[in-house]
Antibody, heavy 119, light 107 residues
Framework: VQLVESGGGLVQPGGSLRLSCAAS????????FSWVRQAPGKGLEWVSG????????YYPDSVKGRFTISRDNAKNTLFLQMSSLRADDTAVYFC?????????????WGQGTLVTVSS | DFQMTQSPSSLSASVGDRVSITCRTSQNIRGYLNWYQQKPGKAPKVLIY???TLQTGVPSRFSGSGSGTEFTLTISGLQPEDFATYYC?????????FGQGTRLEIK
């Protein structure tokens, strides 16, 4: 199992960014995935999830309406579209695979990609 | 949302010690509680899922217990590689939530 995130970088407040997570080594379409972020020196925060079989998406209030999670099963890739970014969105963003189609525990993680929101 | 409270927030211990970390939730999550270990600059790694099931490949010195609103991660016989930060996470309901973390340091 391998998860490789990309797309992080420096963005101005109010800007947008799209993160990608390329997956390999398993049947991508049958698993749920989440994005989990970690601000510098802080703990883990779940910011979105997408189920495997029936495509449902989930968000906490902190990002609802600003972040959109999606997946391309043909390309084994997970995405996170982020808009109206704020300074407090600055964090390392991890892609995390669930153990099944639903969002339960995360059995594999990517290495993370850093998003910095600053002018 | 289900609030998660971990205690202690930090802990000093010696190699060979037995330590326990507690996670309390604001609502009954039955057994939907998971534990992760994170080392600096690395992604988290799952240790325990479903409150008490050891993830494949995780040493048996790690164990989990509890149900409902109170859960415990125990490490029996600390090894040098166990000094890290530990997080609990509830998977009973979205939004999924994590505890604030427990930093385990060498005494």
């Amino acid at each position: 199992v391998q998860l490789v995130e990309s797309g992080g970088g420096l963005v101005q407040p109010g800007g947008s960014l799209r993160l990608s997570c390329a997956a390999s080594g398993f049947t991508f379409s049958t698993y749920g995935f989440s994005w989990v972020r970690q601000a510098p020196g802080k703990g883990l925060e779940w910011v979105s999830g997408i189920s495997g079989s029936v495509i449902n998406t989930y968000y906490p209030d902190s990002v609802k309406g600003r972040f959109t999670i999606s997946r391309d099963n043909a390309k084994n890739t997970l995405f996170l579209q982020m808009s109206s970014l704020r300074a407090d969105d600055t964090a390392v963003y991890f892609c995390a695979k669930s153990n099944g189609p639903n969002l339960r525990y995360f059995d594999s993680w990517g290495q993370g990609t850093l998003v910095t929101v600053s002018s | 949302d289900f609030q998660m409270t971990q205690s202690p927030s930090s802990l000093s211990a010696s190699v060979g010690d037995r330590v326990s970390i507690t996670c309390r939730t604001s609502q009954n999550i039955r057994g939907y509680l998971n534990w992760y270990q994170q080392k600096p600059g690395k992604a988290p790694k799952v240790l325990i899922y479903g409150a008490s099931t050891l993830q494949t490949g995780v040493p048996s010195r790690f164990s989990g217990s509890g149900s409902g609103t109170e859960f415990t991660l125990t490490i029996s016989g600390l090894q040098p590689e166990d000094f890290a930060t530990y997080y609990c996470q509830q998977s009973s309901s979205t939004p999924l939530t994590f505890g604030q973390g427990t930093r385990l340091e060498i005494k």
